[in-house]
């Protein structure tokens, strides 16, 4: 009770409670002394009001009633035995008037309450944004760390080209420059693709495509890395597939990176299975692997942009960009991306576009 009492007084303004007391032992004085002592009766009374007012516009209905009850009784018991009409009607027009214009008050309260309400929420959008743009820092750090990795070889080889600009054979660091730039250039166009599409400035190039060719050559092409990393890759494809429309460039970049990621992940030995399904009026195109698997608490994190799963902490590279800009490109067809995983067992990514 103590507790609950201390905790109300916490939240009352010291200052107001100390005026309204001076205030209420100003009228138990006007009463006493003007009425028991002098004789007086009536007018003064109506200075009561002034309190009254008073703590209905500070502490809204149940101020305004209790202070009114307080003056009532103090009016009324000083009037004992006789309590004549008017002053039985004067005591509840102080009990009636303070709880009206509690009600006025209690208003003022809410929407003060609510102004109070939008400058904390205004303040925490604030905080917010703040952390959002230390991410931001963050994440240009990493990207910058991000960037620099495959410019590294690129500057290494060709300071040694101009060295040997005379001698043979230039053939490897010429290779070694161009793995560089093209590496470098693929992870700046992912970067800006991610960034249109996230303010709706994606574009697609749509065309009916017979989607077998495109999954045999995209499986030709990561075969070498495949097999250099001792993994088997399966195409499992449940010819004769329908045509679908799409943008034959975009759905390449989201399934090759599927693949490989795949390839990241899979252990030497392993399994990669590219596979489609017809389901109603869509085609599944799905990526298996066995891999370390991601946990539950990951599987939707991972499609969101600069995350990065536990498994990805195995490797020092990447900024959590692929995912993303996949669900991007897959959804700008109309489709859906998702991902069944199990720890220790293995990963399915999965897409499904529209026939
Ligand atoms: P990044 O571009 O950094 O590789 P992605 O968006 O492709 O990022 O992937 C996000 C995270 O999802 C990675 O950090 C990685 O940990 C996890 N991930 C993606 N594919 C697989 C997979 N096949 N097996 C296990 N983890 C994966």
């Given at each position: 009770?103590?507790?609950?009492?201390s905790?109300?007084?916490?939240?009352?303004?010291?200052?107001?409670?100390l005026?309204?007391?001076?205030?209420?032992?100003?009228?138990i004085?006007l009463?006493?002394?003007?009425?028991l002592?002098l004789?007086?009766?009536g007018?003064?009374?109506?200075?009561?009001?002034?309190?009254?007012?008073?703590?209905?516009?500070?502490?809204?209905?149940?101020?305004?009633?209790?202070?009114?009850i307080?003056?009532?009784?103090?009016?009324?018991?000083s009037?004992?035995?006789?309590?004549s009409?008017?002053?039985?009607?004067?005591?509840?027009?102080?009990?009636?008037?303070?709880?009206?214009?509690?009600?006025i008050?209690?208003?003022?309260?809410?929407?003060?309450?609510?102004?109070?309400?939008?400058?904390?929420?205004?303040?925490?959008?604030?905080?917010?944004?703040?952390?959002?743009?230390?991410?931001?820092?963050?994440?240009?750090?990493?990207?910058?760390?991000?960037?620099?990795?495959?410019?590294?070889?690129v500057?290494?080889?060709?300071?040694?080209?101009?060295?040997?600009?005379?001698?043979?054979?230039?053939?490897?660091?010429?290779?070694?420059?161009?793995?560089?730039?093209?590496?470098?250039?693929?992870?700046?166009?992912?970067l800006?693709?991610?960034?249109?599409?996230?303010?709706?400035?994606?574009?697609?190039?749509l065309?009916?495509i017979?989607?077998?060719?495109?999954?045999?050559?995209?499986?030709?092409?990561?075969?070498?890395?495949v097999?250099?990393?001792?993994?088997?890759?399966?195409?499992?494809?449940?010819?004769?597939?329908?045509s679908?429309?799409?943008?034959?460039n975009?759905?390449?970049?989201?399934?090759?990176?599927?693949l490989?990621?795949?390839?990241?992940?899979?252990?030497?030995g392993?399994?990669?299975?590219l596979?489609?399904?017809?389901?109603?009026?869509?085609?599944?195109?799905?990526?298996e692997?066995?891999?370390p698997?991601?946990?539950?608490?990951?599987?939707?994190?991972?499609?969101?942009?600069?995350?990065?799963?536990?498994s990805?902490?195995?490797?020092?590279?990447?900024?959590?960009?692929?995912?993303?800009?996949?669900?991007?490109?897959?959804?700008?067809?109309?489709?859906q991306?998702?991902?069944?995983?199990?720890?220790?067992?293995?990963?399915?990514?999965?897409?499904?576009?529209?026939?």
């Amino acid at each position: 009770m103590a507790k609950r009492l201390s905790h109300y007084l916490d939240r009352v303004n010291r200052v107001h409670l100390l005026i309204m007391t001076i205030l209420l032992l100003v009228c138990i004085g006007l009463e006493y002394y003007l009425n028991l002592a002098l004789g007086i009766t009536g007018a003064y009374a109506h200075l009561f009001y002034v309190p009254l007012f008073i703590a209905a516009f500070w502490w809204g209905f149940w101020g305004g009633l209790s202070v009114g009850i307080f003056l009532a009784l103090i009016h009324l018991t000083s009037y004992l035995p006789d309590i004549s009409q008017l002053v039985l009607a004067e005591s509840l027009a102080f009990a009636l008037v303070g709880s009206a214009t509690g009600v006025i008050g209690s208003e003022r309260i809410r929407a003060e309450r609510k102004l109070r309400q939008a400058y904390d929420e205004e303040v925490k959008l604030r905080r917010d944004l703040q952390a959002e743009m230390e991410r931001r820092v963050e994440f240009t750090r990493a990207l910058v760390h991000e960037l620099k990795t495959p410019l590294t070889p690129v500057l290494a080889s060709s300071e040694l080209l101009i060295e040997e600009l005379r001698r043979e054979p230039f053939l490897s660091l010429a290779r070694n420059i161009n793995r560089g730039a093209l590496s470098l250039n693929e992870k700046i166009d992912e970067l800006l693709d991610l960034a249109r599409g996230e303010i709706g400035m994606l574009r697609l190039k749509l065309k009916q495509i017979d989607p077998s060719p495109l999954l045999r050559s995209i499986a030709d092409e990561i075969s070498s890395l495949v097999a250099s990393q001792g993994q088997s890759l399966i195409l499992d494809l449940s010819e004769p597939l329908p045509s679908v429309t799409v943008d034959e460039n975009r759905l390449r970049q989201v399934i090759l990176n599927l693949l490989n990621n795949a390839c990241k992940f899979t252990p030497e030995g392993g399994t990669i299975v590219l596979r489609t399904k017809r389901r109603g009026t869509r085609l599944a195109i799905e990526v298996e692997d066995t891999g370390p698997g991601i946990p539950l608490e990951e599987q939707q994190l991972i499609f969101e942009p600069y995350y990065r799963a536990r498994s990805g902490q195995i490797y020092s590279g990447g900024l959590g960009l692929g995912l993303p800009l996949c669900k991007t490109l897959v959804e700008l067809h109309g489709g859906q991306m998702w991902v069944k995983s199990q720890e220790n067992k293995g990963s399915v990514f999965g897409l499904s576009l529209p026939l």
